[in-house]
């Protein structure tokens, strides 16, 4: 991982925050400081290292309770004076066993949905590992692939329906509807969402890069 590290500026205590952000979900984690010690950690053990305040040491996030950062991308803000770390994690970011250190709700106008597929696939994942009585996603597993095929193809048709009436909440519904059922089919057959990605990327941006979209 190369990051050219010389035009950054530090604080007057050599210290610089850290953003780090899910790079899946684009979730944000924590806000840490780094100074060029721990920083330069970072990028040759591709792992996030940061510097205490409190303790006046670095620390690798991780080192004691398991829950490391795998960095995929450094960048810096307009003024070089302030750091995006994203990371996959792997485990909680919080010290409180919390996915982030962000959950404390000062204002909110309405909810959140930049997770929600990431959630809903969390949630499918759990119910096929602790099945609960009258869940439909037990169901679901329950009756097998065959079944679920069965209802992707119908919410598939459900969708077609939906779009030639010219109904948007109809058309919404029915495609909610498909998602669901093709992220039920998806825990089934091992596919998962950065597989999904990974294709788009692939077919569209790589291509769009090039000029070949």
């Excluded at 035009?7 to 984690?29: C, M, R, Y």
């Excluded at 750091?83 to 066993?97: F, I, R, S």
Aim: charged fraction near 30%; glycine fraction near 6%.
């Amino acid at each position: 991982m190369t990051f050219d590290i010389t035009n950054l500026k530090f604080d007057n205590t050599g210290l610089i925050p850290a953003i780090v952000q899910d790079e899946k979900t684009g979730e944000v984690l924590t806000l840490a400081y780094m100074n060029k010690e721990s920083l330069q950690k970072t990028l040759e053990t591709k792992e996030t290292w940061f510097y205490s305040r409190s303790r006046n040491e670095l620390w690798n996030k991780g080192a004691t309770s398991g829950n490391k950062q795998n960095v995929v991308r450094i960048t810096s803000d307009c003024d070089s004076d302030a750091l995006l770390v994203q990371v996959n994690p792997q485990g909680p970011a919080c010290h409180t066993g919390k996915k982030s250190c962000f959950n404390e709700k000062i204002a909110e106008e309405s909810t959140s949905t930049r997770t929600v597929i990431y959630d809903l696939v969390e949630k499918i994942k759990d119910r096929r590992e602790n099945p609960i009585e009258g869940s439909y996603t037990n169901y679901l597993f329950r009756e097998g692939i065959d079944k679920i095929l069965k209802k992707v193809g119908e919410e598939s048709a459900e969708v077609i329906i939906g779009s030639k009436n010219n109904n948007k909440e109809e058309i919404v519904w029915e495609i909610s509807d498909l998602i669901y059922h093709t992220l039920v089919l998806m825990q089934v057959v091992d596919v998962d969402i950065d597989d999904l990605k990974t294709e788009l990327v692939k077919r569209h941006i790589q291509k769009l890069g090039a000029g070949n979209a």
